[in-house]
T-cell receptor, first 113, second 113 residues
Framework: GENVEQHPSTLSVQEGDSAVIKCTYSDSASNYFPWYKQELGKGPQLIIDIRSNVGEKKDQRIAVTLNKTAKHFSLHITETQPEDSAVYFCAASRGTSYDKVIFGPGTSLSVIP | KAGVTQTPRYLIKTRGQQVTLSCSPISGHRSVSWYQQTPGQGLQFLFEYFSETQRNKGNFPGRFSGRQFSNSRSEMNVSTLELGDSALYLC????????????FGNGTRLTVT
C-alpha cells in the first residue's frame, strides 16, 4: 500500500544552524505535500505545503522542495530557534476528493540554545 | 476565528465499553477528518466526512465509526473497546477536504484499561 518514509527520526542542531528533514512517498499519483509541526500536548499545525506543479516554496525561514521524479520532498529550516523544537510530520495525498492522507512517522527536532 | 474544538480532552474507559468523541470544526469548514495517533503507528487516517457524508475511510475495523451533523460538527464512536485503542484521537477540519490544509484540534486522549 501507500507509504511515506521520513528521515531522520531525531535531529539535534545548535541554535542558528539549519535543519533538513527528508520524506519519500510511494504513490506516484500523490500531488499534495504538507508539513505539520506538533508541539507537546497540542495537535499538529500546518507550517508549509507544496503541490506537485511547484518545485520549491519558501516562507521566511522555512522552505520545502519537491522532486517528483525521485518521489521525495524535503523541509528546510534556516536560522533555527529554540521554539522550532517539536515533532515534524510530512504527509502526501493524491489531491482528489476521494482519497486519504498518509503521514510520515515524524522527526523530533531539538534546537540547542 | 475559533479553532477546532475537541471534547473531552481525556477519557478513561474499560475494555468492552464504547466511547463517543466530539469535534467542532472551524466555522465554514465542511470537511472533518479523524486520525489516531500512537507512538508505535504514528498518525493514521480514520475517515473523512464532508457535508454529512463519509467520503473516504482508512484501514480501521468497523468498530470505528463516525457521523457529521448539518452544522458540520462531527462525532466518532468506538465500540467494544480494546486495550490497543488507547491513543490520542485528533480531528481536523478543512475548507475542501483532506487534500488541502488541515486544521487540527488538540485531541482527545483515550485510555482503555
Amino acid at each position: 500500500g501507500e507509504n511515506v518514509e521520513q528521515h531522520p527520526s531525531t535531529l539535534s542542531v545548535q541554535e542558528g544552524d539549519s535543519a533538513v528533514i527528508k520524506c519519500t512517498y510511494s504513490d506516484s499519483a500523490s500531488n499534495y505535500f504538507p508539513w505539520y509541526k506538533q508541539e507537546l500536548g497540542k495537535g499538529p499545525q500546518l507550517i508549509i505545503d507544496i503541490r506537485s506543479n511547484v518545485g520549491e516554496k519558501k516562507d521566511q525561514r522555512i522552505a520545502v522542495t519537491l522532486n517528483k521524479t525521485a518521489k521525495h520532498f524535503s523541509l528546510h529550516i534556516t536560522e533555527t530557534q529554540p521554539e522550532d523544537s517539536a515533532v515534524y510530520f510530512c504527509a502526501a495525498s493524491r489531491g482528489t476528493s476521494y482519497d486519504k492522507v498518509i503521514f510520515g512517522p515524524g522527526t523530533s527536532l531539538s534546537v540547542i540554545p | 476565528k475559533a479553532g477546532v474544538t475537541q471534547t473531552p480532552r481525556y477519557l478513561i474507559k474499560t475494555r468492552g465499553q464504547q466511547v463517543t468523541l466530539s469535534c467542532s470544526p472551524i466555522s465554514g469548514h465542511r470537511s472533518v477528518s479523524w486520525y489516531q495517533q500512537t507512538p508505535g503507528q504514528g498518525l493514521q487516517f480514520l475517515f473523512e466526512y464532508f457535508s454529512e457524508t463519509q467520503r473516504n475511510k482508512g484501514n480501521f475495523p468497523g468498530r470505528f465509526s463516525g457521523r457529521q451533523f448539518s452544522n458540520s460538527r462531527s462525532e466518532m464512536n468506538v465500540s467494544t473497546l480494546e486495550l490497543g485503542d488507547s491513543a490520542l484521537y485528533l480531528c481536523a477540519s478543512s475548507l475542501t477536504g483532506i487534500n488541502s490544509p488541515l486544521h487540527f484540534g488538540n485531541g482527545t486522549r483515550l485510555t482503555v484499561t
